[in-house]
């Protein structure tokens, strides 16, 4: 543990707060060239390539054991699905440095890794569900959507289950229809036997939760079902479990998100399709206490369409169930991690999760672990102007409230219920940057300069001693919540400066009219990178 020390110390160090960029996790840069130069396979993990995989996979493992002990689900060579880990990672539960000496593991690892062996061809490409996430003994779960005949009994589905194919290979993939299957089998109750074990692996996992994120019922290409989902299962198998629609626009609606200079203000996705027959469909009881009107969830743009899902799936893993969540979309490598790294990254700005990490080491984590070793394919979706890996992190600014605070909870049940004078509510009137920033790029692109007014935190001194001598609780809450936009505007600091001299400035054709230079100019010169004399990028 002496390396993870001496990282952790490393970047302790300056902040952007200092006038400096802000820390970089080392090895970043690195792991985002190879990000946007390749995707992820685990059966390619030799040679050079292979030690730069080996060294992230490393690091990875080095920072979930800072705060957890954990088992390891064996996935060398791709054995059980080519773009998962090869060490997948199965926390048990929170622990001390000294904890760690005694470790005893809660689960039966062999069980495990025999649930999901048998599992595996339930789902798209192979991508069982997988635990990622452990908050308050609740697992948070990733997989693909549900195989249907198509991937079952193709031959290129063969090859996606078993291989790990490429991802164009659903072209070449034979037309045969589910009853065309149901006669070829000799076992009619393949479905029941797969999506068995799928349900015997969610059961293990304490999973109650699914949400779906597809706008699809089933994915069809070429004029047949490759994809199936757990909302339109014939059999009702997962009956016994609350499912989640909350359709969601796929990696290609990104490519709007950047044409509009990554301005997601106001880009709202298109329902009128003919391919997105998916309606909105979540249980009263669940949304009763969020204050959405969830009927108008086609007329939200995309900063209102996430802040609300994320708003949904907080309150979910929040509440005093103790099952856990699944969440998922049609091959669990776009939106899924989207939601996954706004989950992980919100959770832990609240002090809940991976407690002892630096913003640069939670950044790195989430990158390495979440994106990249879990098969997002950065570089095809960087070639097509697919940018939902950027809008992850640049995403960042609109969930620093206490709106995302899991702790808000408690707190408010430990607030007395009036006091004179200023009331929590009032305080929050005072916020400075709700008056608007005075380094904004008028988009999404924009940056608080860490020089500027109240960037250290939304609430000012000033703010806070206007609370009177009896609201204690209230200025310590205040305090909690400006520490938890100080750690996310870190993050995303470190990630766009990052992100800047790796994928972003080399990927960035040249503008005629110079807005988009001028713009990555402005850039570079917010988070630190440049000074303000003239120069070229």
């Known amino acids: 543990m002496a390396g993870a020390r001496a990282a952790a110390a490393a970047s302790a160090g300056p902040s952007a707060s200092s006038g400096n960029p802000p820390p970089q996790e080392p090895g970043l840069g690195e792991l985002l060239e190879e990000f946007s130069r390749t995707q992820y396979r685990a059966k390619d993990c030799s040679g050079t390539g292979g030690s730069k995989v080996e060294r992230i996979e490393k690091r990875c493992l080095e920072l979930f054991g800072r705060d957890y002990c954990y088992s390891v689900i064996q996935n060398v060579n791709g054995d059980i699905c080519g773009h998962y880990p090869q060490h997948i990672v199965f926390l048990e539960y929170e622990s001390s440095e000294k904890e760690k000496d005694t470790f005893q593991s809660t689960v039966q690892v062999s069980k495990l890794q025999d649930l999901v062996n048998r599992s595996k061809t339930a789902r798209c490409r192979g991508r069982f569900v997988c635990p990622v996430i452990l908050f308050k003994g609740k697992h948070i779960c990733r997989s693909a959507t549900l195989a249907g005949w198509g991937e079952l009994y193709g031959r290129t589905g063969y090859n996606y289950i078993f291989s790990g194919g490429a991802d164009d290979a659903w072209a070449d993939a034979e037309d045969i229809t589910e009853e065309d299957c149901a006669l070829r089998s000799s076992d009619t109750h393949l479905f029941d036997k797969v999506r068995g074990y799928d349900i015997k692996l969610l059961r293990y996992l304490s999973v109650k939760y699914i949400c779906d994120l597809m706008v699809e019922n089933k994915k069809v290409k070429f004029g047949m079902n490759v994809t199936s989902s757990e909302k339109v299962d014939k059999a009702q198998r997962y009956a016994d479990f609350t499912l989640l629609s909350i359709p969601y626009?796929?990696?290609?609606?990104?490519?709007?998100?950047?044409?509009?200079?990554?301005?997601?203000?106001?880009?709202?996705?298109?329902?009128?399709?003919?391919?997105?027959?998916?309606?909105?469909?979540?249980?009263?009881?669940l949304t009763c206490s969020l204050n959405i009107d969830w009927s108008q969830y086609q007329s939200?743009?995309?900063v209102q369409q996430t802040q609300n899902y994320l708003k949904l799936l907080l309150s979910i893993i929040n509440s005093d169930d103790d099952s856990g969540l699944l969440v998922?979309?049609?091959?669990?490598?776009?939106?899924?991690?989207?939601?996954?790294?706004?989950?992980?990254?919100?959770l832990w700005a609240d002090g809940l999760i991976h407690t002892s990490l630096k913003p640069a080491e939670i950044l790195y984590l989430t990158v390495a672990y979440d994106w990249f070793l879990f098969g997002h394919m950065l570089v095809d979706r960087l070639s097509k102007g697919e940018e939902i890996f950027f809008f992850c992190f640049n995403f960042l600014k609109h969930i620093i409230s206490e709106e995302f605070s899991a702790l808000k909870t408690q707190r408010r049940k430990s607030l007395p219920a009036r006091d004179a004078g200023f009331t929590l509510e009032d305080i929050c009137m005072l916020r400075r940057k709700d008056r608007g920033s005075t380094t904004s790029l008028g988009s999404d692109f924009s940056l608080v300069?860490?020089?500027?007014?109240?960037?250290?935190?939304?609430?000012?001194?000033?703010?806070?001693?206007?609370?009177?001598?009896?609201?204690?609780?209230?200025?310590?809450?205040?305090?909690?919540?400006?520490?938890?936009?100080?750690?996310?505007?870190?993050?995303?600091?470190?990630?766009?400066a990052t992100y800047s001299s790796t994928v972003g400035l080399r990927a960035a054709a040249p503008s005629p009219s110079g807005a988009i230079g001028g713009l990555?100019?402005?850039?570079?010169?917010?988070?630190?990178?440049?000074?303000?004399?003239s120069s070229t990028l």
Request: net charge negative.
């Open 328 to 346: 998922h979309c049609i091959s669990g490598w776009d939106r899924t991690p989207l939601f996954i790294s706004l989950l992980r990254l919100s």
């Open 449 to 496: 300069m860490e020089n500027s007014p109240g960037a250290a935190g939304s609430f000012t001194y000033e703010a806070v001693e206007l609370v009177p001598a009896g609201a204690q609780t209230q200025a310590a809450w205040l305090a909690a919540l400006s520490e938890r936009e100080t750690r996310l505007q870190e993050v995303r600091s470190a990630f766009l």
């Open 249 to 285: 626009p796929g990696c290609e609606f990104f490519k709007e998100y950047k044409d509009r200079d990554y301005m997601a203000e106001g880009l709202i996705f298109n329902w009128k399709q003919d391919y997105v027959d998916a309606p909105l469909s979540i249980p009263d009881f």
């Open 520 to 533: 990555l100019e402005q850039f570079v010169r917010g988070v630190g990178l440049r000074g303000t004399s």
């Open 300 to 302: 939200w743009d995309l």
